[in-house]
């Protein structure tokens, strides 16, 4: 039995621990009980219970929750479009979310999969500032698909590149 500084009191009888957490106003919690004999402590276990739900909370807080977002592609988009979903999968990327791009193969065009990896080799490079390769091109059935991870970022630089003294690489602008 371990007392509320953390002393321990030695072995003692149920009833009799049972005495001294009452008279203490505090609760007798079982806590290794696959010891012999158990390991028991007298704490108020209310407030233990609230603060391991707290370091819960705190922990949770700290998660970053990542969504799989997807992306459809076509063997023949066009560049406007492609750049539309290279825009989205940037967003996707800067919130934190994977994305997973897919390009569709219909009829004949499963005869031609080098043009749909050429296409998903094009989005990798135009999303490698924001991410990373989890899973390269892949072909599952009439679709090929890549799944990118977003680069983590240190918490404080948000993003923001710091060249020192507040200037560009060059030293010809001034940051703001």
Excluded: W
């Excluded at 079982?30 to 158990?38: D, G, L, V, Y």
């Excluded at 296409?119 to 072909?139: D, H, N, S, W, Y």
């Amino acid at each position: 039995m371990i007392d509320t500084e953390g002393k321990q009191l030695g072995i003692l009888k149920i009833d009799q621990a049972l005495r001294i957490a009452e008279n203490a106003g505090l609760d007798l919690v079982e806590i290794a009980s696959e010891s012999k004999p158990p390991v028991c402590r007298i704490m108020d276990f209310g407030k233990y219970r609230f603060e391991r739900e707290k370091k819960e909370k705190e922990n949770r807080k700290k998660q970053q929750i990542s969504e799989l977002k997807e992306l459809q592609l076509t063997c023949n988009i066009g560049t406007h479009d492609f750049q539309t979903k290279v825009s989205h999968a940037s967003r996707f990327l800067s919130q934190g979310n994977k994305v997973k791009a897919l390009v569709k193969f219909k009829g004949r065009e499963m005869a031609h999969t080098e043009r749909g990896r050429a296409l998903l080799e094009r989005f990798i490079a135009a999303c490698a500032e924001l991410g990373t390769i989890e899973k390269p091109p892949v072909l599952e059935g009439r679709n090929m698909i890549v799944i990118i991870n977003p680069i983590k970022i240190t918490p404080g630089t948000k993003g923001n590149k710091s060249y020192g003294k507040d200037k560009d690489p060059q030293g010809q602008r001034e940051t703001v």
